[in-house]
T-cell receptor, first 117, second 114 residues
């Protein structure tokens, strides 16, 4: 079974609107972390947001928020007020295990977002 | 505060040659990770290192690939006798000791094997 699933291969969003990118995960480990990264056409991987499995509140970072639904094993990324510069690939990733496991991440297949003016 | 530095940005090798990819982690970061990205795919974990130690190399191919993170200097990912299938983007990432909620990536090295 896939550990990280991103079901939306690509999507369009109108500038200034919000967009939700889906991510579901599969793990039996009670301790895990969920990451979102942005990869623009230039290729670098830009860290956006992190959610720990024991965190009580949903993570937020500026225009990014993570809708963490633990029982459903979903960690959707919400981008508010989309900008043209948000056009990129977005990857969801998961780390399983405690600190000894380090940041060995499993990535989903990504969602390509294109923001229309 | 400089980010994770990788060089070269682009590397072209002929089949059978060696490729050396370098990574300097962010200042204060003692954990280094290497990931590989094939076209149109997500990143795949290769190896996790701390200074002078390989912690987890479960994602490394058994042959031709090696990694090190010496006491002084950058981390090196070495690929011997490259083949066309090694063509990919190789990303290095670093995190601070105990800071496992943060993992920052470099800009990657695009390896092309002719």
């Amino acid at each position: 079974a896939q550990k990280i699933t991103q079901t939306q291969p690509g999507m369009f969003v109108q500038e200034k609107e919000a967009v939700t990118l889906d991510c579901t995960y599969d793990t039996s480990d009670p301790s895990y972390g969920l990451f979102w990264y942005k990869q623009p056409s230039s290729g670098e991987m830009i860290f956006l947001i992190y959610q720990g499995s024991y965190d009580q509140q949903n993570a937020t970072e500026g225009r990014y928020s993570l809708n963490f639904q633990k029982a459903r094993k979903s960690a959707n990324l919400v981008i508010s007020a989309s900008q043209l510069g948000d056009s990129a690939m977005y990857f969801c990733a998961m780390r399983e295990g405690g600190k000894a496991a380090g940041n060995k991440l499993t990535f989903g297949g990504g969602t390509r977002v294109l923001v229309k003016p | 505060n400089a980010g994770v530095m990788q060089n070269p940005r682009h590397l072209v090798r002929r089949r059978g040659q060696e490729a050396r990819l370098r990574c300097s982690p962010m200042k204060g970061h003692s954990h280094v990770y290497w990931y590989r990205q094939l076209p149109e795919e997500g990143l795949k974990f290769m190896v996790y290192l701390q200074k002078e130690n390989i912690i987890d190399e479960s994602g490394m191919p058994k042959e031709r690939f090696s990694a090190e993170f010496p006491k002084e200097g950058p981390s090196i990912l070495r690929i011997q006798q490259v083949v066309r299938g090694d063509s990919a983007a190789y990303f290095c990432a670093s995190s601070p000791l105990g800071g496992w909620e943060k993992l920052f990536f470099g800009s990657g090295t695009q390896l092309s094997v002719l």
